[in-house]
């Protein structure tokens, strides 16, 4: 079987239990450093509380596309902002927080209070979650969706969704 039919399953039962996606930009990107600068764009669209979903395989631009986003939402330098694998979660920034974690290595799909990491999204708080896609149905809404897809070589496709009730 190919990859269509499964991915199209997903998306139709996310948009259809979980809420109404709207297409808020896509964008191919041929370089790590376009990534990063849309990724600056993109924060500033962001306002908090917001969590941020962060979906795609291994190597898709994940971690880069938070790099540009950490930045532009001035919580760090882009260099500053590494994986979090290992750790699951970094903290970035003083006022204005940006919390960014990675569900890489968690076996089930859990939600984030399972996860330990409820407590991050709150009035003041940007929070990026990479390998989202691991939330399965437990993913909480409002939230936004971003789709990174390795297109070959440089090339990535990247998808940004909100997902609302
Ligand atoms: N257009 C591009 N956008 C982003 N990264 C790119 C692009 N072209 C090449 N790359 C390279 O692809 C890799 C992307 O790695 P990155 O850690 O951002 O991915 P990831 O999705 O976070 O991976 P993981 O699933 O391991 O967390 C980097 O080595 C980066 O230099
Ligand atoms: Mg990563």
Redesign the pocket.
């Known amino acids: 079987m190919t990859g269509g039919p499964a991915s199209s399953r997903r998306i139709g039962g996310l948009a259809d239990s979980h809420g109404v996606v709207t297409t808020l930009a896509e964008r191919v990107?041929?370089?790590?450093e376009?990534?990063i600068a849309f990724g600056l764009e993109l924060a500033a669209h962001l306002r908090p509380p917001c969590l941020v979903l962060l979906e795609?395989?291994?190597?898709?631009?994940?971690?880069?596309?938070a790099k540009g986003i950490v930045a532009g939402l001035g919580a760090a330098g882009e260099d500053e902002v590494t994986?979090p694998?290992f750790t699951l979660v970094h903290e970035y920034g003083s006022t204005g927080k940006v919390y960014h974690a990675?569900l890489?290595r968690i076996e089930e799909p859990r939600d984030l209070a399972a996860l330990g990491l409820e407590d991050l999204v709150d009035q003041a708080t940007t929070v990026l979650v990479?390998?989202g896609e691991k939330l399965g149905d437990n993913a909480p809404i409002p939230c936004v969706r971003i789709r990174?897809e390795h297109r070959g070589s440089?090339?990535?496709r990247i998808l940004v969704e909100r997902v609302e009730a």
């Open positions: 990107t041929r370089s790590p376009e990534t795609g395989e291994l190597g898709s631009g994940k971690t880069t596309l994986s694998s990675d890489y990479e390998w990174m440089d090339d990535r």
